[in-house]
């Protein structure tokens, strides 16, 4: 092994300034004093504009952007008023801008918090210290049994784990990954666990993009974490359109196209993002679709990012979830592929606890270390979170103590879930003007909607970048439904649309419609009239 | 409010490729056909040198580094043997490397633990769903008090908080730092919540470092995230020392003379890293020091990061931890600050939560607008260690039911530290040829050892890049003892460290000290006989 100096200039492209000897054993005065200096800057060193990477400024994120912290104010002014109704013409604030289950009603599940609770006091399966006094046996005992091999085979969730994450568990994720892909092998040391998947994809984009001429292909509509991370790593975004008029399905033809392009205009493309099931498109790929896009990638040396986190959440019958693991596998195929999910979506909707895990495929080993390497740099991913990895991987068998409970309570949240998607989208379809595809997976409906010219101009007065802002800007303010416009996920010039999740309580759905058609016909009729005024 | 759109090639320096509409509508077959195209290529598209982000492969992190690779594979051969003690010459791998005290025996905080499980399972105290079914009154009044308190305020640890961290922990921490300041106020909307301080310190260095051009001041020696962060961002780190034979202090001379080095070299300096309590060296900054580095600061222009996570580690009582917050303040200086936080360290030692915070002063609302819009893209810090965070700051009071507990947990945890940093030190100061200044603070010792010239020689045929990492090996196979080479932090040229943590249990430290002194004099004669042949 060889080690190296971390300051020697040697050691590191960006050049470090070790002093010489002389410079140092000397404890004499500051060789300037004050006076010889400009007197303290009134100007700040961080300003917007050059004083900041400017990267950071341009990279933009609209599933948490303006529309979201009006909607916080809304929300802020409706909790300090004396009568809700005579403040706003709405009395609650629906949050429809992001995947977030538990922050509108949609409960955790019982088995995982137990098991979790265990984890962090030992004490309540009488595995801890006496001090923190409980009673054993209030979990089922197959909770207890389980915490208790994760216990013993680790230093609990107070230490740093291995920087990939705790050995215990990947063993277990890798097991489960084998089951769900019908035996094919799966290395335990090719799964990394992460604060959520978005820590994972960052990670492989900071590999992949080596500087400003590098470019990724990333969908249009695209989950916007991918354009943000582009953009602050200083890469290109190579756009290629999903094709709304056949179910935002994707076309070999178009990436071939916008690779060609993009090539032409000296962009060095290295690898393709897929989100399947898709966001905000809701669409499930077919198994054909996954082998042309992997001859693709074979043909034109391109990486796959398998954004893969909402593969629990596919409601129709005849497109299962196939992983691209599978098909790049049975299709003996050696091309590059990183697979991402997370606890946040699916039936557990685990989002504040950040449990992720990327697995590598075909990567060559120094890369495998490599990614090691840089996560190390932040020790590990929050150890409650790898175990929420486990737990949602390895759930209860039929016949365990749990099982029962927690297939009920899966069972009524995935059911809910799909109720609600087939209701919004049929909902949104029966609108003067607005055309929805239905979501065969994902926990979002992306509707596109017709704007009158009126609106449009409207918008721009008002310097929106797209009119389909006005439009959300309005369902906000009128209805206290907040969604995000399609322009910070993408869409085809001249089109207009809003991403909506449908992960409202069951029984507020019917109202949301209701809410967003006549909020629909209004803003129709207004601008309209408007236009002819 | 203004809006635009993510993928218009306006909206980011990185172009991106939107195609023409007439390229869209078609769903003609690929333009062209495989046999136009080269074979699948062999080679990886991933591949060590140009094929991968050189920055990345440029960047070291010691303190996860080979050395402690080499101590798991050790761990594991004892794991597997039948006779341990036939296996090595050691029966246990002894962990020196990393403050990672629950790893080595510390044991969590009983409050925090009870108050964390009943967040994560809030039917432990009565507050969650009947069919997480468990008795109420297990845990203390207080903890039932304040979990339900941030139950209330919150949707929960299941769903995203405010990208800033919650709301209602926020205003606490901020209630918290007020009261260790003697009453300066803090600003909620000032402070971040964040996974570990590790992830602060990465978003305030991608703010600071634009391009190749900009530097930041580091110690040395350094904590390794700065410089393993500064090479991924391609910054350039402008390294200052301290001064060893005064105690690690700082030398404003020696940041003069660094700063002007660099400038004449072409760098933009724009901040400095100042870790108090000194990590790897454990020095605590007097008051005087720390006015003398603002005004540095307030002349030069320079940012200040106070990495401060050690705040709560410090052994002396002359030289009482003061924050940088409160010593700016009052010298009413507008020095740009941001102050870093961890509960990692301390006395809870809860690294494997991953929770801390960022407070920034002075700072332009649109670099806290900035900072939020960052840390968005990542959705939110994992919200249990948020939750850690607020039982850190605020731990219970006299009087309060979990008082007696914590206070004599907390207490013996912290005069244990106390009393291992000083018989570590002791040892090896008597050992003949080591010279290690006491710890003041934090969690570590950083002596300095003469090696003799065979040694160096060796080193150099094996191919190490400093003859301190010969010695670690050495000692680690030999002893099983695992600590970092000092060239893993940075040190004077031509001396020679290693970092250890006195974190082992009391009961074996006097055993550590014994193996060091053994070894260490076998290493002495050992090079100085081959010296002599």
Not at 95 to 115: E, K, M, W
Not at 230 to 243: A, C, E, P
Not at 391 to 401: A, I, S
């Amino acid at each position: 092994m060889t080690y190296r100096n971390l300051i020697s200039p040697t050691s590191s492209s960006t050049a470090a300034f070790p002093p010489h000897d002389a410079a140092l054993s000397n404890g004499t005065a500051p060789t300037s004093n004050p006076a010889s200096h400009s007197p303290p800057p009134l100007k700040k060193v961080l300003t917007k504009g050059s004083g900041i990477n400017r990267h950071l400024q341009h990279m933009e994120y609209a599933v948490r952007g303006e529309l979201v912290l009006r909607a916080e104010e809304l929300a802020k002014k409706l909790k300090l008023a004396q009568q809700p109704a005579a403040a706003l013409p709405f009395d609650h604030v629906t949050y429809c801008n992001i995947g977030n289950p538990q922050s509108v009603g949609q409960p955790p599940i019982t088995f995982v918090r137990q098991a979790l609770a265990a984890a962090v006091c030992p004490s309540l399966i009488g595995a801890g210290p006496p001090e923190q006094s409980a009673s054993k046996g209030m979990f089922p005992p197959d909770v207890e049994e389980r915490v208790k091999q994760v216990l013993e085979a680790s230093h609990g969730v107070g230490a740093y784990s291995d920087s990939r994450g705790l050995e215990v568990v990947r063993a277990r994720v890798a097991d489960a990954i084998r089951e769900r892909d019908g035996g094919i092998a799966c290395d335990p040391e090719h799964v990394f666990l992460t604060n959520g998947a978005s820590d994972a994809v960052k990670t492989m984009l900071g590999l992949i993009v080596r500087g400003t001429g590098d470019g990724v292909m990333i969908p249009i509509p695209q989950y916007p974490l991918y354009s943000a991370s582009m953009t602050s790593m200083r890469g290109v975004q190579v756009g290629y359109y999903l094709d709304e008029d056949k179910g935002w399905s994707l076309s070999m033809a178009e990436l071939q196209e916008r690779l060609e392009e993009a090539r032409g205009q000296g962009v060095d493309v290295r690898a393709i993002v897929i989100i399947n099931p898709g966001n905000p498109t809701g669409q499930v790929l077919t198994r054909q679709n996954m082998e042309g896009v992997i001859r693709f990638c074979e043909r034109e040396g391109l990486v796959i990012l398998a954004d893969e986190v909402y593969q629990q959440n596919v409601y129709v019958t005849d497109k299962p979830f196939i992983s691209f693991k599978k098909v790049v596998t049975e299709m003996h195929s050696k091309v590059e592929l990183a697979s991402f999910h997370s606890v946040s979506k699916g039936v557990m909707g685990e989002c504040g606890l950040r449990g992720g895990y990327m697995e590598v495929v075909n990567m060559h080993q120094d890369v495998i270390e490599l990614i090691y390497k840089v996560l190390s740099v932040s020790l590990c991913s929050n150890v409650i979170g790898q175990l929420a990895v486990d737990l949602m991987m390895t759930p209860p068998k039929p016949g365990e103590p749990s099982y029962e409970l927690y297939n009920a309570e899966v069972t009524a949240i995935f059911e809910s879930l799909r109720r609600k998607a087939l209701a919004l989208s049929e909902g949104l379809n029966s609108f003067e003007g607005v055309s929805c595809n239905p979501s065969e997976g994902a926990m979002y409906l992306f509707p596109r909607i017709t704007i009158p010219e009126a609106a449009k101009v409207a918008a721009s007065e008002r310097g929106m970048a797209s009119p389909d802002v006005l439009y959300c800007v309005e369902l906000l303010e009128q209805t206290g439904i907040c969604v995000v416009p399609g322009s910070g996920f993408g869409q085809k010039e001249g089109t207009y649309h809003f991403r909506t999740t449908f992960l409202p309580p069951e029984d507020q759905i019917s109202d949301v419609i209701e809410k967003m058609r006549t909020f629909h016909s209004n803003f129709m009729k207004k601008y309209s009239a408007n236009s002819q005024s």
